[in-house]
C-alpha cells in the first residue's frame, strides 16, 4: 500500500473514530452514565485531525470544552476519556474534570478549558517558555469564533505576535456561538481579516476538507517552527448537533443543518479516496468495524473503572496532597 | 405562563414572569446578554421574551463579558434600567474590573452625583456535575463589595418578587440564581401586580426554638429538609432565609439566634472567607453573652469542585451534613 | 473683531489655560496642597481643546486619570476642579474623587476613570441609551494608547461597531504608557489601521495642531451624530512632562522631549494666529493674564473649601445616603 | 544594594534583593510586568534589574493583565518559574478569570497531572490618597479561593525571604506588598544564601498575655504601635503577625488566643466578609470555651476609599482606633 493511501487511511480512520465515540456518548448521555455539559464535534472532525497531522510528540495543544476530537486526535486513550466522562479515576483527569477538561500531560494536551478564550493566554504562556528555553516546539490552541469577541483573545493575539511566539492559533469557525451567529457578534465577519490585523499571518481553510486542513496547518506549523511568529488558521466548519445536550436550536433552520450535511467531512473524503481508488470494498467496513471495537473497550474500560475514594476528595488541590 | 400567573409554577417561569412584567411596565428595562434572545436563554429562562420585545430590549451580546457589562452602567447613567444577564457567576470574573471598579464606586468617585441603576443577573452554584470552572458560589464573596445590592432569591415568590424592587434600587443590584433552582416549582402566593417582595429583610421559613440554621439560596430547601429529619429527633429548628447577602439582615440573624441561643450557618460557598464566617462573626459581636454554644459553619469543602458526581455530592453541603452539625450544636452546652 | 478670529482666540485661551492650570498644580503639589497621583497634559492640549469644539450641551464625556484638561475643556469651573484636588466639599466630586475622578453630572463629564480601558465599556454604554432613546447625542470617549492593548478596548471596539452606536472614540497616542513605548505594547503600532478592523471609520491626526484636531473631530461627530455608527480618532500628541509626579523618565531620551516640544501646540498656534494676523501686540498678555487670573480665583476658592465632616464618612455609597 | 546585603535596608530594597538573587539562581526564573524594566517599575522595586538581566527576563508587557498572567501560567506549565508582577491589586481584578479558573484549579481539573509553579506579585492597600478606584486591599478576599497560597511580608526579612520559598512551591503563589511598606527599613536580619523565611507560619512579633492583637501586612506596624500606647496604660498586648492568609495558620491563632483569651483581628480590607471575619469564626469555632470576651475586628470603613485625607485615614484601622478596640475587649468579661 502507498504511504499516501496509508495516510489517507490513517486520516478517515480518525475522523470516523471521533465520529463513532460520540455517537456512543450520546446514548450514554441517554443512559445517564455520562452527566454535566456535553458538547460534541460532530461535523467538525477534519478540523482535529487534519490539524494534529502537522505536530510531533513536543508540540502542545490548548483546546476548549468541546475537545473530543482534540483528544482523540492528540492520541490520548479512547479508554481514558471514556472514564474521564464516567467520572472514574482511569479517567484522563482522573474523574475531576469530566468532558470538559480531558487532560494528558504525557501527550502535552493541556486541556480541556470551559472559559471561553480562557486557553489562549495559556498558550501563548507555553509558547513563551519554548521560546525562553529555545526549543523548537509548536503550541496549537483551538477555540471558537465565538471567542474572538473577548478580550482574552485580543490580549492574547498581540502578546504573541509582539514576542514572536510559537503558537498557532486555530479558530474553529462553526458559525455559531451557542444560539449566536457570528454575525451578530462581529463588526467585521472575516475573522482572518481581523486576525491579520494584529501584523500575524492568517488563512482561511475548508475546515470540511481534512486535507486542505492539514495542508494549511502543516504549513503553518513549519512556518512558526522556522521562527515565523505566531501563525492564524480560520477552520470554515459547521456543528451538525446542538450545541450541548440541553439545546433546542431555536436559533437555526434545519434546512441549514441539512445543506451543511452535504458536506459531511467523512463522506466527502471516503469519495475523494474513492476517486483515488484508494478503498477497496471492505475498507470502510473494515474501518468501522476496528473502531467500533475499540469504543466497545473504551465504554467496558469506563465500566470498568473504579470510583476514587471519598476520603480523597481535597486531593489535587494543592501538590502536597496529589 | 402570563405576568399574574398564580398557582404552582417553576422558578424559572417565576423569573421569566417577573422579566416580562418588567419589560412590560417600564419602557426604559431592557434584557442584555448572552444568548437571551434567539437562543432562549442557556437555561431557557428568557424563552420567549425575543418574539414580545424585539431584538432592541432583548439583546444578544457578543461574548465580551466586561464590555456588556460595562455598557449597562453606562447605560444606566444615560437613563435606562438595564437587567444583564451574565450567563454564569463563573464568567462574572471577566467582568469584575467593571463590577467592583465601576459600577459599585461611581456613585462614591463623583461624590453623590452619578448613580448607577442597574440589574445583573447570574445562575449560580454547583451540583450539576459541571466540574472546576462552571461550579462556582461567589454569591457570598461579592457581598464585601461595598456599593453593590446582593439577592439571592430561593423561593418562587422571591424569583417572582426581587426583580422590580431591584430595578427600583437607584444602586447596582446583582441578583444570584442557583441553577439547581429553575427546574424546582412552588405555589405562587396570591397578589397583585409587581407583587415585589421586600428586599431589606430576611424572613423565618420555619420557626423553632432549638437551634437557626441560617441560609439562603441554594441550600434553603436543604436546610429545611434537615429540620424536617431533627424534627423527627426532637430537634426543633428555626431556618432564616438570609435572602439579602448585603446588606445582611443583622437584626433578624441576631434575633433568631436571641431565641435559639444556638447557629448552625450553612452556605455553598468555600468555607474560608465565605459569607457563614461573617454571619458568625457578626453573631459573636452581637450575641456572644446569649450563645450556648460556639456557631457552626456547613460550607463547600476547600477544592475547586470535581465532576465525579460522588464527590461533587461530598463537597457540598448536604442535608446529612447540615443535620450532623446541628446535632452537634445542640449537643454542645456552654 | 471676525467670528473666526474669535474662535481662534478661544482656542488659544482654551489651551493657555490649561497650561497654566497645570503648571499651577504642579507647585500645589510640592506644596503638598494636591495629593495621591497626578498626572499631567502638558503638551497634549490641543487633543481636549480641538475635540470639545465639536460637541454640544448634551453630548457625552468619558476620559481617564490624565482629564484635568478634557475637564476645563468641557466647562467644568477651574475652582471646583481645584477644590477637588484640594479634598474639600466644594470640590467637582465633593473631595472624594481628587485628580484621577473629576466628575460634572450638569455637563455629562462621566469621569476621571483611573483604570486604564475602564472607561470604554461605560461610553459604549451611554452611547447605546442615546440610541434606544433615539437621542441625537454622541458620547466622546478619551483613552491612551496603552489602553488599545487591553480586552476592554477590544471588546467596547467591537460592541460599538456592532451595533452602531453614537461614540467617537479618541485615542490620545502620546506614544507612551507609561515607560512602555508603543512599539514595545503593539504588535501592530499603526493603532488606526487596528480600529479600521473593526470596521470602524478612523483617521490619524496630528494632535499638535489643534485646528486640525478640531476639524477631525467635527467631522467625525457630525457623521456619528448622522447615524453613521462609531468613529474612532488617533491624536498623534506628546507628553511633555513625566507620567506622573514619581517618574525619573529613564524610558526616554531628553533629546526626544524637546525635539516634541518645538512642536508645543500654544507656540504652534500663536505663530498661525500671528500670521492671521490676528494677534494684537497685547493679545497674548491679556489672556495670560485672565487665565492667571482666574487660576489665583481657583485656588482661593479651593483655599477657602470646607472638609467633609468625618461623621459623613459613610456617605455616598448608595444613594440612600447620598 | 546586593544580594548579601545586611544592616539596615527599606522593604523596596529587600524584595528587589530577593528578585536579584531568585534571577541569579535560578534560569528559569524571570519577571514579567507592566513596567518592570524600563520605567523601573512602578514603585522602583526592579530598577536596575533589566541593566543586569536583560530584557527577556524582565519582560515589560502591554496593558494586558489577563494575557500576561495567563501567559505565566503557560510558561510554569512549561517549565519555567515566572514571577508575574500585577502593577496594582486593583489591575488583577482583569486577570481574575485566569487567576481562579487557570492558576488555582488546572492542578486539580488535570488530576494532578499538571501544576501551576507561578508566583504573582502585587501591590495592595490605601493609605496614599489614591481614592476609589486604587486603594484596594484584597489579599484577605483572594484567600477564599482554594489552591492558591496567598503571602503578605510585613517585615524587611519577609520581603526578602518569602519569594524564595515562593518560587519552590509547586503551585500557585500570590506575594501581597503593601504600598505604604515600600520606603519603610529595617534592619535584615543576619543570614545566609537565600534567607528563605519559613511561609507556612505566623509569628508572634511581640508578646503578651492579656490580649492578642491578630494582624499582618499594612497594619502590623499599626497594631505594634497600638500595643506600645496600650503598655503605657498596663495593658499587655500580644501581636500575632499572620504572614500567610492561605493557609491561615490556624495553630498559631488559637494558640495565642488560648495564652490571652481575648482577641482582636485587624485588617484592612473591609469588614464584610473580610479575613478578619475567617479568623473570629475560627476562634469561635476553636477556642469559644476559652475566650473572656467576643472576638473583635478592626477593619476599613464599608466605603470606596475617599481621596480627601482626613476621610481616608478614618476609613482605615488606625493606631487609635486598634487601641480603643483592644480597650473594650480587655475591659468586657465574660
Ligand atoms: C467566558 C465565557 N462566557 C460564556 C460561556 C458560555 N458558553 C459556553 S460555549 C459558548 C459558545 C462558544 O462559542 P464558540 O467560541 O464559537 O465555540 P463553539 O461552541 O461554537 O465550538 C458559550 C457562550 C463560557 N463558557 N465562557
Ligand atoms: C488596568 C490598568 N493597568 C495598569 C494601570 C497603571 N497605569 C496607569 S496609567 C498607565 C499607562 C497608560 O498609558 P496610556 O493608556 O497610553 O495613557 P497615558 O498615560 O499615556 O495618557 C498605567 C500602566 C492602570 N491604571 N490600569
Ligand atoms: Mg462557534
Ligand atoms: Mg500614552
Known amino acids: ?322 | 405562563m402570563t405576568t399574574t400567573a398564580t398557582g404552582t409554577v417553576t422558578y424559572r417561569e417565576a423569573i421569566r414572569a417577573a422579566l416580562r412584567d418588567a419589560l412590560q411596565r417600564d419602557e426604559r428595562v431592557f434584557l442584555m446578554g448572552e444568548d437571551v434572545g434567539r437562543y432562549g436563554g442557556c437555561f431557557a429562562v428568557s424563552k420567549g421574551l425575543l418574539d414580545e420585545f424585539g431584538p432592541e430590549r432583548i439583546r444578544d451580546t457578543p461574548l465580551s463579558e466586561s464590555a456588556f457589562v460595562g455598557a449597562g452602567i453606562g447605560a444606566a447613567l444615560g437613563g435606562m434600567r438595564p437587567i444583564v444577564e451574565i450567563m454564569t457567576v463563573n464568567f462574572s470574573l471577566l467582568a469584575l474590573d467593571q463590577i467592583m471598579n465601576n459600577a459599585a464606586t461611581i456613585l462614591h468617585m463623583s461624590g453623590g452625583q452619578l448613580n448607577v441603576p442597574l440589574v445583573i443577573r447570574m445562575t449560580t452554584g454547583a451540583g450539576r456535575q459541571l466540574a472546576a470552572q462552571h461550579s462556582h458560589s461567589l454569591e457570598g464573596w461579592f457581598a464585601h463589595i461595598p456599593g453593590l445590592r446582593i439577592l439571592a432569591p430561593a423561593t418562587v415568590d422571591d424569583a417572582r418578587g426581587m426583580l422590580w424592587p431591584a430595578l427600583e434600587d437607584p444602586d447596582p443590584v446583582l441578583i444570584f440564581e442557583h441553577g439547581t433552582l429553575y427546574n424546582s416549582s412552588g405555589v405562587l402566593s396570591e397578589g397583585e401586580g409587581d407583587r415585589s417582595v421586600d428586599i431589606e429583610h430576611a424572613v423565618v421559613r420555619r420557626a423553632g426554638s432549638d437551634v437557626s440554621v441560617i441560609t439562603y439560596g441554594g441550600t434553603l430547601d436543604k436546610s429545611l429538609q434537615a429540620a424536617e429529619v431533627l424534627a423527627g429527633e426532637g430537634v426543633d429548628v428555626e431556618v432564616l432565609d438570609l435572602r439579602s447577602l448585603r446588606p445582611l439582615d443583622t437584626d433578624a440573624i441576631l434575633g433568631s439566634v436571641a431565641r435559639t441561643r444556638r447557629a448552625v450557618v450553612v452556605d455553598e460557598g468555600w468555607r474560608s472567607g465565605g459569607i457563614s464566617a461573617e454571619i458568625s462573626a457578626r453573631i459573636t459581636e452581637g450575641a456572644f453573652y446569649e450563645l450556648d454554644a460556639p456557631v457552626s459553619r456547613v460550607c463547600t469543602a476547600e477544592v475547586p469542585i470535581p465532576y465525579a458526581k460522588h464527590l461533587e455530592d461530598a463537597a457540598l453541603p448536604q442535608v446529612a451534613t447540615i443535620a450532623a452539625a446541628v446535632r452537634e450544636v445542640v449537643r454542645a452546652d456552654g
Chains 1, 3 share one sequence.
Not at chain 1, 513536543?58 to 472514564?83: K, N
Not at chain 1, 504525557?106 to 472559559?115: D, L, T, V
Not at chain 1, 503558537?167 to 467585521?188: D, H, I, K, P, Q
Request: charged share 25%; proline share 3%.
Open chain 1, 1 to 322: 500500500m502507498s504511504e499516501n493511501q496509508e495516510h489517507d487511511l490513517h486520516l478517515l480512520h480518525e475522523m470516523v473514530r471521533i465520529r463513532r465515540f460520540e455517537e456512543r456518548c450520546i446514548e450514554l448521555y441517554s443512559a445517564t452514565k455520562i452527566r454535566g455539559f456535553l458538547h460534541l464535534y460532530i461535523g467538525e472532525e477534519a478540523v482535529a485531525v487534519g490539524v494534529m497531522q502537522a505536530l510531533g510528540p513536543d508540540d502542545a495543544v490548548v483546546a476548549t470544552y468541546r475537545e473530543h476530537g482534540h483528544a482523540l486526535a492528540r492520541g490520548v486513550p479512547a479508554g481514558s476519556i471514556m472514564a474521564e466522562m464516567f467520572g472514574k479515576v482511569e479517567g484522563c483527569s482522573h474523574g475531576r474534570g469530566g468532558s470538559m477538561h480531558l487532560f494528558d500531560a504525557s501527550r502535552r494536551f493541556y486541556g480541556g478549558n470551559a472559559i471561553v478564550g480562557g486557553g489562549l493566554p495559556v498558550a501563548v504562556g507555553l509558547a513563551l517558555a519554548d521560546a525562553m528555553q529555545h526549543r523548537p516546539r509548536v503550541t496549537v490552541c483551538f477555540f471558537g469564533e465565538g471567542a474572538v469577541a473577548e478580550g482574552e483573545f485580543h490580549e492574547s493575539m498581540n502578546l504573541a505576535a509582539l514576542w514572536k511566539l510559537p503558537v498557532v492559533f486555530c479558530c474553529e469557525n462553526n458559525l455559531y456561538a451557542m444560539g449566536t451567529a457570528l454575525s451578530r457578534s462581529e463588526s467585521e465577519t472575516d475573522v482572518a481579516l481581523k486576525a491579520a490585523s494584529f501584523e500575524m499571518p492568517a488563512w482561511s481553510v475548508d475546515g470540511m476538507d481534512v486535507e486542505a486542513v492539514e495542508r494549511a496547518a502543516v504549513s503553518a506549523v513549519d512556518a512558526v517552527r522556522g521562527g515565523g511568529g505566531p501563525h492564524f488558521l480560520e477552520l470554515r466548519t459547521y456543528r451538525f448537533r446542538a450545541h450541548s445536550m440541553y439545546d433546542p436550536e431555536l436559533y437555526r433552520a434545519k434546512e441549514e443543518v441539512d445543506r451543511w450535511k452535504e458536506r459531511d467531512p467523512i463522506p466527502a473524503f471516503i469519495d475523494v479516496m474513492r476517486a483515488r481508488d484508494e478503498l477497496g470494498s471492505g475498507t470502510v467496513d473494515g474501518i468501522e468495524a476496528a473502531v467500533a471495537a475499540e469504543i466497545d473497550d473504551a465504554v467496558a474500560f469506563a465500566e470498568a473503572g473504579t470510583d476514587e475514594p471519598v476520603e480523597d476528595l481535597t486531593r489535587f488541590v494543592t501538590s502536597r496532597r496529589a
